[in-house]
């Protein structure tokens, strides 16, 4: 009997590294005797030793259950899923093979306009019909939260064909969703709720974090378990929840249709033995980065200028709880832009944020790091910054971005625009025109054109507005947006 201590999977590994079989398989590198001497040195001989491919007999073939399925069982029932499937692209995968399950119920689907861009990715390649649900936006900050309940409901009610629901919760900056009343939502309008729990894979493991969605009745959660957990980069999880609106197959087959038939074994060992970690010591662990986070939430709100987010955010529009293993610095009391407060600190201090908008700044903590150590790293160059900042700095540093546009109407489906026919013109001349690509001006990133939108002259000036400003263009073919790609209709 296997157990949470246990790490099936990994002990599998490194049984097989032990025995030193003979290798005719791939990969090429052969244990690392074929490998790149430069690699080796940075890497050490044991990735190589360890990294074996699919359907190797002991390990994800031969007597059930496999170390493979032992293991993946041990993930479901360490986040409380009916079943688990390991994840090597990152829960990107994750999102298109959310959708790509929906697409099997029907046609369309109502999505969050502000997923993240592989859900967007995951309209393209399912082809489902989006109806697109503004996400809370705070007026203050000028960061999106979640979707709301009767938001939802408004959406559902106006696509009666829908299939599904997807939320993202947590979001970029902490903010939970009410998870509990979306499922009820969903449920009553008798489809599933799928939550993009990306950046929550820590929160079954301690009382004091939001509830995670699994445990609140959503069907299906992707999880970025390298993101805060401590597995490799690239690995994550999608887990299927306890009701019944999902059928456990077609995500079955929808996670082998968006897979390498060569997953990496290193990646999936590093899942194994994240959760064990997770399971075993994520309470302690987490209890006291916790608490490390209370102490640096203190000491960033007493330097000039600076605050955080926190459980004061939670009754926001779109925000019912917070997640508190998330530094999110509140940058606007300072005059500078958190794109020029990090960029200091880049460059004065070596300190990378996670992510840096124009109010808010994301530090991400890992669950078992010591966070009390690297808070001490980032107070230093935070107090740093503020200090040698004089009056004529922050007056030639203030930048006044406006609020985005409405965005256009959605003509034809995603998949449509990308894949139909197609031409580049010059911006001037898209106005009217359908986008065939996604156009996200950054700050704040929102995406403000998505493909089967129809292009109007608001939005097209916005986005050269921002980029004039020093902001910039993500998910277009031209950054600069001197032509961009557009539907040729016929
Ligand atoms: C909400 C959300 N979903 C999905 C992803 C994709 O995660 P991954 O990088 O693991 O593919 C991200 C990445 O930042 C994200 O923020």
């Known amino acids: 009997m296997t157990g949470q201590a246990d790490t099936p999977y990994l002990d599998a590994l490194r049984a097989y590294a032990a025995r030193n079989p003979g290798r005719f398989h791939v990969p090429g590198h052969k244990g690392g005797a074929g490998a790149d001497p430069g690699l080796l040195e940075a890497l050490g001989e044991r990735p190589f030793a360890l990294d074996i491919p699919a359907l190797t ?16 069982q041990l993930a479901a029932d360490a986040w409380g899923a009916k079943r688990t499937w390991w994840l090597i692209n990152g829960a990107s995968q994750g999102n298109h093979v959310a959708l790509l399950t929906l697409g099997h119920r029907g046609h369309c689907v109502v999505t969050q306009r502000n997923a993240h861009s592989s859900t967007i990715d995951a309209l393209i390649m399912s082809g489902l019909r989006p109806t697109f649900v503004s996400p809370e936006l705070d007026p203050e900050l000028h960061i999106a939260h979640s979707m709301t309940p009767d938001t939802l409901d408004r959406a559902l009610s106006d696509t009666p064909d829908a299939v599904g629901a997807t939320v993202v919760s947590p979001t970029y900056f902490g903010a939970v969703a009410d998870v509990a009343a979306l499922a009820e939502v969903a449920h009553s309008h008798g489809v599933p709720l799928v939550v993009d729990e990306a950046w929550g894979s820590h929160l079954a493991f301690h009382e ?29 999880m999608i887990h299927l929840g306890n009701g019944d609106l999902i059928e456990e197959h077609v995500v079955d087959r929808c996670v082998t249709l968006v897979e390498s038939t060569s997953p990496s074994a290193i990646l999936m060992a590093s899942l194994d033995a994240a959760r064990r970690m997770a399971a075993t010591r994520g309470r302690e662990l987490v209890g006291e980065t916790l608490a490390a986070l209370t102490r640096t939430r203190e000491a960033i709100r007493e330097i000039p200028g600076l605050d955080v987010l926190d459980e004061r955010l939670a009754g926001a529009r779109g925000v019912f709880d917070y997640d508190p293993l998330r530094l999110a610095i509140d940058v606007r009391g300072t005059r500078m832009s958190g794109y020029e407060l990090a960029r200091r600190l880049r460059e004065e201090h070596d300190v990378l944020m996670e992510l840096a908008g124009e109010n808010v700044m994301v530090a991400v903590y890992g669950m078992g790091e010591d966070a009390g150590a690297s808070s001490e790293r980032l107070l230093g160059a935070l107090r740093g910054v503020i200090e040698s900042t004089s009056e004529a700095e ?30 580049v013109v010059a911006a001037r001349d898209a106005v009217g025109r359908v986008a065939s690509e996604s156009l996200a001006a950054y700050p704040p990133g929102i995406p403000n054109v998505l493909p089967g939108e129809r292009l109007t002259a608001e939005t097209l000036d916005y986005i050269e507005r921002t980029i004039a400003h020093g902001g910039s263009l993500r998910g277009a073919s031209d950054r600069a947006l001197r032509t961009l790609r557009v539907v040729v209709e016929s």
């Open 394 to 423: 922050l007056d030639a540093a203030a930048v006044q971005f406006t609020a985005p546009p409405p965005w256009g109407k959605l003509v034809m489906t995603p998949r449509e625009a990308f894949l139909g026919p197609q031409e």
């Open 208 to 236: 004091e974090l939001p509830a995670p969605a699994l445990s609140l009745g959503a069907d299906l959660v992707i999880s970025s378990i390298h993101k805060v957990v401590g597995s490799l980069t690239q690995s994550a």
């Open 57 to 72: 007999y002991g390990i994800d073939v031969g007597d059930e259950p496999t170390p493979f399925r032992a293991a993946q």
